[in-house]
């Protein structure tokens, strides 16, 4: 089994930063892409950040300029740093990675719990 754990999301003013983190566990093969995605109330779960296992960043025009992802591959950890943060940014943030778990034949597509995040004066 594998599983993905995230932390760090929060209540921040706008203009604030929060740090994103997750790290996944388990019976662990290989990791392929890793990203975060969120979801508003009310809204559909979009992509925010991906990051491919060899360091390749694909980022939402929304959040360009403002959020940085990265991963530490030798912790299986993808983090989102997220500065200048506006109140549209609030939304349920979901980690995801592809991943093949040990003697598996195929990756499968992971998502953690989510990690709420709120910005509001």
């Known amino acids: 089994q594998v599983q993905l754990v995230e932390s760090g999301g929060g209540l921040v003013q706008p203009g604030g930063s929060l740090t994103l983190s997750c790290a996944a566990s388990?019976?662990?093969?290989?990791?392929?892409?890793m990203g975060w995605y969120r979801q508003a109330a009310g809204k559909q779960r979009e992509l925010v950040a991906m990051?491919?296992?060899?360091?390749?960043?694909n980022y939402a025009d929304s959040v360009k300029g403002r959020f940085t992802i990265s991963r530490d591959n030798a912790k299986n950890t993808v983090y989102l740093q997220m500065n200048s943060l506006k109140p549209e940014d609030t939304a349920v943030y979901y980690c995801?990675?592809?991943?093949?778990?040990?003697?598996?034949?195929?990756?499968?597509?992971?998502w953690g719990q989510g990690t709420p995040v709120t910005v509001s004066p």
């Open positions: 995801n990675a592809n991943i093949l778990e040990r003697f598996g034949v195929r990756p499968y597509g992971y």
């Open positions: 388990g019976s662990i093969g290989s990791i392929y892409g």
């Open positions: 990051t491919t296992s060899g360091g390749n960043t």
